[in-house]
């Protein structure tokens, strides 16, 4: 699967960071009614896992990993029914390892070394982390120029004001980010607030919730 597949055409990839499993179902729920099919869960929690089993059971969800840094959080993922997984940075082995699972994969890239890895290894879609830190569009620009058609999904500080204009960008494909579904969201079972961020998401990009 290219990586570019492993996000199903989903323009906004919400990243997760989830305590409480038992909020993920209303979590897949409150995206959906805003709009957003799709969620990256991140492994920054001990209840990683369990959320992504509870939200891969939803029919038409589609739940990938986040965070994944290792080959025993890649199995746990697969495990609990991730169908893709991102990395915040490039890993030749744990690519590999991943593919091998049959699971798509967005490796993350701050540099043109790393981006020329990912094109080398197949890729033709990168996560660009830390986007705002790095430069946001601009910098997306100027490493697009030397790599054509790959296309650049960036996170970190992606925001709802930020994300319409990068979309617009024929280089960026999809974007990702915490902001309509943050920790605090999510520790205040505030889902009624995750719809209403996601369909100002979804309707800012041109998609109808
Ligand atoms: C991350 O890895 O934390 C993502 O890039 C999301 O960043 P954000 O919380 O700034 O949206």
């Known amino acids: 699967m290219s990586s570019l597949g492993a996000l199903a055409g989903h323009r906004i990839v919400p990243v997760i960071v989830i305590d409480d499993a038992g909020a993920a179902a209303d ?12 969620a990256e869960v991140t492994f920054r929690t ?15 969800f589609t739940v990938g990993a986040g965070t994944v840094i290792s080959s025993e959080q890649l199995h746990a993922a697969r495990d609990a029914g991730a169908t ?17 699972l049959g699971l798509g994969v967005l490796p993350g890239v701050a540099t043109a070394s790393e981006t020329m890895a990912a094109v080398n ?14 430069g946001g569009l601009a910098t997306i620009r ?5 790599f054509p058609g790959i296309g650049f999904v960036p996170s970190g500080g992606v925001t709802a004001a930020t994300a319409p ?8 494909p999809a974007v990702s980010g915490s902001w309509m579904a943050s920790r605090a969201h999510l ?6 607030t995750i719809a209403r961020l996601s369909a ?10």
């Open 121 to 134: 290894a197949g890729f033709d879609a990168v996560k660009f982390f830390p986007a705002d830190r790095l």
């Open 84 to 100: 893709f997984v991102v990395s915040p940075g490039f890993d030749a082995g744990l690519v590999d390892e991943t593919r091998s």
């Open 200 to 209: 100002e998401a979804t309707r800012a990009i041109g998609v109808r919730p």
């Open 165 to 172: 204009e990068y979309l617009a960008d024929p280089a960026v």
């Open 187 to 192: 520790e205040a079972r505030d889902f009624a």
């Open 27 to 38: 979590l897949a729920h409150a995206l959906s009614e805003g709009g957003i099919g799709c």
């Open 142 to 146: 100027a490493l697009a120029a030397p």
């Open 46 to 60: 001990n209840a990683a896992a369990d959320a992504i089993a509870a939200m891969a059971a939803i029919e038409g």
